[in-house]
């Protein structure tokens, strides 16, 4: 009985089901196979949501009457309440429910969300009155309210839960194909988050380009209707990879987990003090139920039947008597601590996306000035993130396949460049992008200076928008670094009952930064206007914006985090073999 059990574990994952929810083969389920259906996915989700958030600016201000500084705000909440979303498709993911079907249900309510917005766009009744805002003699444009506003608002915040969900489940879905116990297997997960990243930029690419041409010279209803059949059938491909997936099994809520702890540290630390050596020896050391899923090498503190000497408070959890259902392990406490000391590095990334948010923003609208022309070719300036994305498209594979082998050779290292180091390269990038996008402004805002008749009668500024290429450049590479950083950073160090939670922290990263862009916006109005001088960020068009200084702004603030986020590397110990 004992060999037939020892062969039943070797020929299976542990802890893992395949859909049908049976014990996953090692032979049949996994692999860089399964990844290739989660990639191709990827650029399909990807394609549907960013075909309208990167032009949705330009949606809401001349369709739906918005004023600009209304319109951003509104895109900025809008993007950042999708992947802050992400954290509930997470979480659900390790708790009650298989990434495989999170991922499904996330999928059909995107497709109905966007199925609102088509409708929408096609019926000229339920949108505001048309309106000319460049005539003089033109009455006000109608702001949309009412029920149009109430169906605009559905439409959008269905499509922000369903890209929640995908964006909390579908890296961990992936990454959990790879077996993380051996080099190779961590090599092949590392390629698929660069891969991973990759498959953003390439639906991005059709969805800047094709989708947005399609959004500005055929109509919002063909945009939408594009995105719209681009989720839908994201789902049968999804499913063509069943048979090879392998899916862990839900281990209860990781919040329940790190309350549990946090609370009873707070509990105890309001008691009587005993002697702590005691205490903690007389606690039966109860298994948890991450001891049951991928054998993965844990490192000495997980597996050491006295807690770790960092973060000491929180030993405290292992104290308490009553009531029972507060009784911590150590492991349990050891995995909270792992939680809290990634999140400092989590925070370092917000200002980075609060860049980011520029350039669905402020970006696309300087663009709209400006002249969009390359040669006979007049470009949307909501195709202006080809440029990062291309340059992503390229680098992603080079990085992966050049950059990265040379490394390990010169580090001796598993990973050559390590997440950390990866990240902050990203965040030197965020400085240099927003000190570029201030000088292009500054050219930009001379240009109107000198060409007054052009912007009283609403003709393109007499100067390129390839100048706005620059910050988006910058900005695209800070990304790619960034991002494909996190998510492994977070997925390997995460406890293996929390991964699908902790990789969406990435997406709630970007969601803080876009949140954290429409505060420092209002901010900055609050602050910078009143009765003898206008807000920096106030006027009916852009060129009344102070833009620049708003960007030089966000540079300053860029320089101090890294600072910020240099202190918190400098202490970080990995936990794992990576």
């Avoid at 490192?299 to 009553?322: G, K, Q, W």
């Avoid at 100067?463 to 950073?489: H, K």
Wanted: glycine content about 6%.
């Amino acid at each position: 009985m004992e060999v037939e059990n020892q062969l039943n574990s070797s020929s299976s994952w542990d802890g893992y089901v395949d859909w049908r929810g049976k014990p996953a083969s090692r032979t049949k389920h996994g692999g860089m196979r399964a990844t290739f259906f989660v990639l191709v996915v990827e650029v399909m989700e990807n394609l549907a949501y960013l075909a309208n958030a990167s032009n949705l600016v330009l949606y809401l201000t001349q369709h739906m009457h918005f004023l600009p500084s209304e319109s951003a705000n509104s895109v900025t909440n809008f993007m950042g309440t999708a992947f802050l979303l992400a954290l509930v498709g997470g979480i659900l993911s390790d708790a009650f429910f298989t990434t495989y079907y999170i991922y499904l249900i996330s999928a059909v309510i995107e497709f109905l969300g966007l199925v609102i917005l088509t409708v929408q766009a096609h019926s000229g009744s339920l949108q505001p009155p048309n309106c000319d805002q460049s005539k003089p003699d033109q009455m006000p444009c109608q702001h949309v309210d009412g029920s149009k506003a109430a169906l605009l608002y559905l439409g959008l915040y269905l499509v922000a839960l369903g890209v929640g969900g995908i964006k909390g489940s579908l890296p961990a879905h992936g990454a959990e194909q790879l077996d993380g116990t051996t080099p190779h297997g961590r090599k092949q997960r590392s390629t698929f988050f660069n891969y991973f990243v990759f498959s953003l930029a390439c639906g991005a690419l059709i969805a800047v380009t094709l989708v947005v041409w399609i959004e500005d010279n055929k109509g919002w209803q063909w945009g939408f209707g594009i995105s719209t059949l681009a989720i839908l059938l994201s789902i049968p491909v999804f499913l063509c990879g069943s048979s090879c997936y392998r899916n862990k099994i839900p281990l209860g809520s990781p919040l329940t987990t790190i309350c549990k702890v946090l609370v009873a540290s707070v509990l105890n630390s309001c008691t009587i003090s005993r002697s702590s050596n005691n205490s903690i020896a007389s606690i039966a050391i109860i298994s948890s139920p991450s001891q049951f899923t991928e054998n993965t090498k844990l490192p000495s503190s997980l597996d050491s039947p006295s807690p770790s000497e960092s973060l000491v408070f929180l030993n405290r959890a292992l104290e308490i008597e009553y009531p029972q259902t507060l009784k911590c392990t150590v492991q349990q406490v050891e995995e909270v601590k792992v939680v809290i000391k990634i999140l400092p590095i989590f925070a370092c990334t917000i200002v980075l996306n609060c860049c980011l948010a520029q350039l669905s923003t402020f970006s696309v609208q300087q663009a709209a000035t400006m002249d969009t022309s390359i040669g006979t070719l007049k470009v949307p300036p909501s195709s202006l993130p080809v440029f990062p994305v291309v340059f992503i498209i390229v680098l992603a594979p080079l990085y992966d396949h050049v950059i990265v082998p040379y490394a390990r050779r010169l580090t001796k290292s598993e990973t050559g460049i390590s997440h950390l180091q990866r990240i902050g390269v990203g965040l030197v990038l965020s400085v240099v992008a927003m000190a570029v996008a201030a000088s292009v402004e500054i050219k930009r805002k001379r240009v109107v200076n000198e060409s007054a008749g052009s912007v009283d009668s609403g003709e393109p500024l007499p100067v390129t928008f390839l100048w706005i290429a620059f910050q988006y450049l910058f900005l695209g590479s800070a990304d790619l670094f960034t991002l494909a950083g996190l998510l492994e950073f977070f997925f390997t160090e995460a406890p293996l009952s929390m991964r699908s939670l902790a990789t969406s922290l990435s997406f709630a990263s970007l969601a803080m930064g876009y949140y954290l862009s429409t505060v420092i916006v209002s901010l900055v109005n609050g602050v910078t206007g009143g009765p003898k001088h206008k807000a920096w960020l106030s006027g009916s068009s852009l060129n009344e914006f102070e833009l620049e200084k708003f960007y030089w702004l966000m540079c300053a603030l860029s320089a101090l985090n890294f600072v910020h986020y240099v202190f918190w590397a400098k202490k970080y110990k990995y936990r794992s073999t990576t």
